[in-house]
């Protein structure tokens, strides 16, 4: 009993989530239908698992196929799963391409199983799977043949975990610079917990490697050993699926909040494009100038969750150009530009002991911030303390 709990808990941490998140009803966004789709890939690829290190031997032979096609799968759907976060609110089909190699090496090892014969399948198991003993590939017949074509899926897999994670890292990035750009509060839009995630599925491949190095006819002969990855991998995909659930924004709704924005900016509500102009003033240093006067003479910066297409609306111009006259000639993205603002009136204020005994909340809202959190945040990036700290070194 505690052997099959052992073996089989990521398989049902993975199952859970699974059903969560492809049973939760409708509507579901895209990302909670690949991330239920990971899952269930995950919960197929650990029963496997399961039925390897219970000693089911028949059972996982007949199923060997199924094993490398949900294994070399795992890391296209989480990939696919990130950009549907990141950078495509829509599924695209063109994406299928990315899991031509794992359904290219089942078909594969299915053909090679049903080609061989009983001998030749059960000397596949013991000589490479359970003794570990990879000169098989050197030898000749079909047993040979599975042992080489398993051998190229755990290099390929090896390829798949870098190349998905560094490709996603760079999706994460290029997201929040997307927030940067158009928002001044960021609270509750970040994706930091997918960085997060990626460190932590590359400790899950490191594990499964060290595994696979290890052989797993050693963790099937010692459950006690099986203990440890099987905790690791339960974690990773607990981590996974409870951090998916918790997300609430994506690319869907930053793309909504343009789009929303750049109506109201253009002065029609329809969608339909006004002819007020998109640009409205051709002089670089005078739309220059009216941003600062907007930010120091009129204070736009305390407008609670202020955008970018706020302020373009205000200068008659559109967003794409006001975003690179702020990157050009101040050299920072829009949330940094006003939350400087931000932080250098919350100093001012700060300077006066009438403000020094009002709370944390009540002075963010006087500067425009969303959240004590964000107010915190900014506050310390900008002069490297806290609030807190600052108003205890004015004392």
């Not at 560094?166 to 930091?192: H, P």
């Not at 706020?310 to 050009?328: F, G």
Request: aromatic share 14%.
């Amino acid at each position: 009993m505690l052997d099959a709990l052992v073996a089989l808990t990521p398989f049902y941490i993975s199952l859970f989530w699974a059903l969560y998140f492809l049973l939760r009803g409708r509507p579901a966004s895209s990302s909670h239908r690949l991330l239920g789709s990971f899952m269930a890939s995950s919960a197929g690829l650990f029963l496997m698992h399961g039925f390897f290190y219970l000693e089911a031997y028949a059972l996982y032979l007949a199923l060997d196929p199924l094993y490398s096609l949900t294994s070399l799968s795992s890391y296209p759907l989480i990939y696919w799963y990130i950009r549907s976060l990141t950078c495509e609110p829509v599924l695209r089909r063109r994406n299928l391409w990315h899991f031509v190699p794992a359904v290219t090496v089942a078909l594969v090892l299915g053909a090679l199983h049903l080609a061989a014969g009983e001998t030749e399948r059960w000397r596949y198991l013991q000589r490479l799977l359970l003794d570990n003993d990879f000169s098989l590939v050197w030898d000749r017949g079909p047993a040979a043949w599975m042992a080489r074509v398993y051998l190229v899926s755990r290099l390929f897999f090896a390829v798949q975990v870098f190349y998905y994670l560094v490709r996603a890292w760079r999706l994460v990035g290029a997201y929040e610079q997307r927030l940067l750009s158009f928002y001044s509060e960021l609270k509750g839009r970040r994706l930091s917990w997918v960085k997060f995630l990626t460190l932590i599925l590359i400790g899950g491949s490191l594990t499964s490697t060290l595994s696979n190095f290890m052989g797993r006819g050693y963790f099937a002969s010692d459950h006690l050993a099986l203990l440890l990855p099987s905790l690791a991998f339960s974690l990773v995909l607990f981590m996974v699926g409870y951090m998916g659930s918790m997300q609430r924004y994506s690319i869907q709704d930053v793309v909504l909040d343009e789009e929303t924005n750049d109506r109201e900016a253009a002065g029609d509500p329809t969608g339909r494009q006004s002819s007020a102009g998109s640009i409205g003033f051709s002089g670089r240093e005078r739309l220059r100038r009216d941003l600062l006067r907007l930010m120091e003479e009129e204070a736009l910066f305390k407008q609670a969750d202020l955008r970018i297409s706020d302020v373009s609306q205000r200068l008659r111009t559109n967003r794409t150009y006001l975003s690179n006259l702020i990157n050009e000639e101040f050299g920072e993205s829009f949330n940094v530009f006003v939350n400087r603002y931000r932080i250098q009136h919350a100093c001012r204020l700060m300077a006066r002991s009438e403000y020094r005994s009002y709370a944390l909340a009540h002075l963010a809202e006087l500067c425009g911030f969303g959240s004590v959190s964000s107010f915190n945040r900014a506050f310390k990036y900008f002069e490297g303390i806290t609030p807190s700290q600052y108003l205890q070194a004015r004392e």
